[in-house]
């Protein structure tokens, strides 16, 4: 009987961030139409940065830029508000 010893699958931990109130109101109006944005490390990325990924009615669009812990919460936040903006004919 053969033994397999298992290797822990690769993991990175998400950056920590605060969003403001009218921050999870866009962030909540986009979620709620559809329009969804999140992070996954680019494994393939020597300096182990992190993808975008906007989902919108279920097609996903990848941006084609990584980005550093320090700034990917930035460029998703600019994402749900140009999305919010765009669609958001109040």
Known sequence: MAFFKWQKA???KPPQRSWSKDEMKIIGWCMNNNIKI???PDWKDD???WQIDININSKIHKDPNKYN???VY???N???KYYYDKHNKQ
Do not use: F, G, T
């Open 10 to 12: 690769p993991s990175k």
């Open 38 to 40: 999140a992070i996954s």
């Open 47 to 49: 300096l182990n940065r």
């Open 69 to 71: 812990d320090d700034v």
């Open 74 to 76: 930035n460029k998703v």
């Open 78 to 80: 600019e994402y749900y």
